[in-house]
């Protein structure tokens, strides 16, 4: 069996962060390994506060896991703070973990902040260690310094200003656009665009897609499949599970 770790938040919800990566790993047939870097009270609708968990006890909790277990792959979410970004990659890289997938979760739908300011340089300098990242709009501005993205052009300029700060691969998440949600894809060479469906529902239903999305990237990858195939194969697994959701 394969190996994914999640280094996420909490939410007592079970539609976000750790809570929602487990059942993706359980769902997709891989070991879920979980470190949490933040605790959140919260429910589908919104968020109330936040407490991060200190850098050092980041670090024990992964450094505990990787004297038994073979990491296949790793998911990163909210991390709440530069600190802990920075511990996670100082022991990824001591450790030479592979198969990184980064959703750079800095702010909740319902505008609560989860990440401290000094967070965005902290993500800027983790891209050359990560295999892909998956902002949604307003994250891929924040990350590249470009104004506000609102269409297709400005996902593709964002995702090549990211490609160029080190990120290997960059999926820049459509799900915000006004017209029909268009993920860009871009790995330095080519863009490609992953066409999705418009879904109707209550905002409940729709918490924690981008976890998620990312978790399932990282259990296909962890699984051997090519990085636009998890691609491809975790779009369509969120599909479905927010068909199946209420
Ligand atoms: N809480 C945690 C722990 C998360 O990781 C995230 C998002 O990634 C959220 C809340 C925000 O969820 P949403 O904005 O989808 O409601």
């Known amino acids: 069996m394969k190996n994914v770790l999640t280094i996420a938040g909490a939410d007592p919800s079970g539609g976000a962060g750790i809570q929602a990566d487990l059942s993706v790993f359980a769902a997709l047939g891989v070991r879920g390994l979980s470190v949490i870097t933040a605790l959140t009270a919260q429910n589908r609708r919104e968020v109330y506060s936040t407490r991060n968990v200190s850098a050092d006890f980041v670090a024990a909790q992964i450094e505990s896991l990787l004297k038994e277990f ?11 703070s530069a600190k802990n970004i920075k511990t996670i990659e100082r022991l990824l890289r001591e450790h030479h973990l592979e198969k990184v997938v980064f959703d750079p979760v800095m ?39 470009l104004p506000d993205i609102d269409d297709i052009k400005g996902m593709e300029e964002a995702a090549s200003t990211i490609h160029s700060m080190g990120a290997p691969s960059v999926l820049v998440k459509g799900g915000h656009l006004q017209k029909a949600p268009v993920d860009v894809f871009f790995d330095g060479k080519r863009f490609y665009h992953f066409q999705g469906r418009r879904l109707k529902g209550k905002k409940e239903r729709f918490h924690g897609t981008g976890c998620v999305l990312s978790a399932s990237i990282a259990a296909g990858l962890a699984k051997g499949s090519k990085l636009e195939k998890a691609v491809q194969d975790a779009k369509a697994f969120l599909e479905k599970t927010l068909a199946e959701r209420v």
């Open 70 to 80: 073979r990491v296949d792959a790793v998911k990163i979410g909210m991390t709440g």
């Open 107 to 145: 702010r909740s739908t319902s505008g609560h902040g989860l990440l401290n300011r000094p967070g965005i340089k902290a993500i800027r300098d983790i891209l050359p260690i990560l295999t892909l990242i998956t902002p949604n709009l307003s994250e891929a501005a924040s990350i590249s310094g």
